[in-house]
């Protein structure tokens, strides 16, 4: 399961912060800090890969051989594009190659949505980044990896947000909002 997405600039300012799981926000806040540490800290040839630092990694350690593989996070895996830094912290159970591949993913959808996407776009298009990382994860589950259908959902998304409020209303009774033919819900 994934507990937690995040993007950082090369300063160390979020872009993006996501958690699956509760935490308190001081936590989060120390958490953040100490990954972007971790993650800047590294030379370019190091694997992508590192254990959860210690912080919450003293909180979640197994009690019993059995409870090895548990639902807590123990896994950072990093991509560093440019100027950002695309983290995700997951449990042990999810595969570190599916989660690079899942970072690769999420910044081509990215780059086809806004024509080589730069941190700019992320500062000023924010409802766009985050319906992207909803389409493909839900509750710290991966639901969608196929970049087209990820990229045509966000367009829908954006068509729907920009509809005027009254478009399709109108007639009486129920249905009244309906379309004909495709049946698709039309008003609020």
């Given at each position: 399961m994934i507990s937690a997405v995040l993007v950082f600039n090369n300063s160390g300012q979020p872009r993006l912060t996501k958690f699956y799981t509760q935490l308190d926000t001081s936590v989060q806040q120390r958490l953040i800090s100490e990954i972007f540490t971790l993650v800047s800290n590294r030379p370019n040839s190091a694997c992508n890969f590192l254990p959860l630092p210690p912080l919450l990694a003293s909180s979640s350690k197994p009690s019993s051989p059995t409870e090895l593989y548990s639902d807590t996070p123990?896994?950072?895996?990093?991509?560093?594009?440019?100027?950002?830094?695309?983290?995700?912290?997951?449990?042990?159970?999810?595969?570190?190659?599916?989660?690079?591949?899942?970072?690769?993913?999420?910044?081509?959808?990215?780059d086809r949505l806004f024509d080589n996407v730069c941190e700019l776009d992320l500062i000023f298009n924010f409802e766009t980044l985050h319906a992207t990382l909803g389409e493909m994860i839900v509750g710290g589950v991966v639901i969608e990896t196929a970049l087209d259908r990820i990229v045509e959902g966000v367009r829908a998304q954006e068509r729907v947000s920009k509809r005027p409020v009254n478009e399709g209303r109108g007639g009486s009774g129920f249905g009244a909002g309906f379309r004909a033919g495709d049946m698709v819900w039309s008003g609020r």
């Open positions: 123990s896994l950072i895996t990093y991509r560093h594009y440019a100027t950002l830094y695309f983290i995700v912290i997951s449990t042990s159970t999810e595969s570190p190659l599916a989660l690079l591949d899942l970072i690769q993913v999420f910044v081509e959808s990215l």
